[in-house]
């Protein structure tokens, strides 16, 4: 925030959506703060290659392959260390957890990480992103929330959820035949779903196609549907956004927000620019 007063005019994606998540996955997982831009660097390769070509003199793939090795490695190193010389943290508690007598080997550490700079990453941005964007276009909705910040942020977090709808499908497997109306779905078969579709549901929400942070009932299925893969990081999601437009609603109320560039992709609900003016 110190570094976005007075910066003038900055692309709000690089100067501010991209850089909390992975600073947050890093103090989680104990990288030494001065591996963090590195390490932040590498999450977002993870998924640069969807749309545009990484720029590197190296080949696209073998950049990507390099990047989710530094991720990998990043996590096995400070699993190594807790494993000799535990301490009070979330890795030593990965490295000491026990699921029917076994432990997490380094390679699932690693996958862990991997998973954690995937998932925990371009979701909140995105969410950061579309949630200033629409805060932007509706000043009347931002005046409300800030005239009662405790009792509305939280549906209004829930409202940025929906909206933004980050993560847009995925597939999962049917484990037992069923039927969803009128499909016959057997076990076994593929099925998408497509959470962006569920939180625009005509059927559940009045006015689906409205950013309304003055809903009284949200059940939006932007973290899923309450399954077994439910997001496991929602509450960290959501703490992020809530102290994030806290500090960026208060300190800097009347930043411009100009027309955003649009991510091509069909599993990221993604915004690559968005230009903005944070008065000199
Ligand atoms: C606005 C932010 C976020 C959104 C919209 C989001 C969305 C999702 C969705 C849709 C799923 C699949 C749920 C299902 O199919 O039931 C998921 C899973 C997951 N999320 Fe998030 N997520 C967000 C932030 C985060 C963060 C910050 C973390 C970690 C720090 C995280 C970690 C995970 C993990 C590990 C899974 C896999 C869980 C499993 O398969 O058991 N997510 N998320």
Not at 115 to 124: F, Q, Y
Not at 132 to 143: E, I, N
Request: include cysteine; glycine fraction near 8%; aromatic fraction near 6%.
């Amino acid at each position: 925030m110190d570094d976005l007063i007075g910066a003038g005019d900055v692309d709000f994606v690089s100067a501010c959506s991209s850089l909390l998540p992975m600073h947050t996955v890093s103090d989680m997982i104990g990288i030494d703060p001065k591996d963090r831009e590195a390490v932040r660097q590498a999450a977002e390769a993870l998924f640069a290659g969807k749309e545009e070509a990484v720029s590197t003199d190296l080949d696209s793939l073998t950049y990507m392959a390099s990047q989710v090795e530094l991720l990998r490695n990043a996590a096995i190193e400070i699993a190594e260390a807790r494993r000799r010389k535990p301490q009070d943290d979330l890795m030593t508690n990965i490295v000491q957890a026990e699921v029917d007598g076994h432990r997490l080997t380094n390679e699932q550490v690693g996958a862990f990480m991997i998973l954690l700079s995937s998932a925990g990453n371009d979701t909140t941005k995105q969410t950061t992103s579309h949630s200033m964007l629409a805060l932007a276009r509706h000043p009347d909705q931002k005046r409300w929330l800030l005239e009662d910040w405790d009792a509305r942020i939280g549906g209004a977090v829930e409202e940025f959820i929906r909206w933004g709808s980050p993560v847009m499908d995925f597939s999962r497997t049917a484990l037992r035949d069923t039927e969803i109306r009128g499909s016959h779905i057997r076990a076994g078969d593929k099925v998408g779903l497509f959470y962006c579709s569920g939180n625009r549901d005509a059927a559940v929400f009045e006015n689906p196609d409205a950013f309304d942070i003055t809903r009284t009932s949200n059940p939006h299925v932007g973290f899923g549907g309450g399954g077994v893969h439910y997001c496991l990081g929602s509450h960290v999601a959501k703490t992020q956004l809530r102290v994030l437009f806290h500090e960026l609603l208060t300190r800097v109320p009347d930043v411009e927000i100009g027309e955003p560039v649009w991510l091509r992709n069909t599993f990221v609900h993604g915004i690559k620019h968005l230009p903005a003016h944070f008065p000199v």
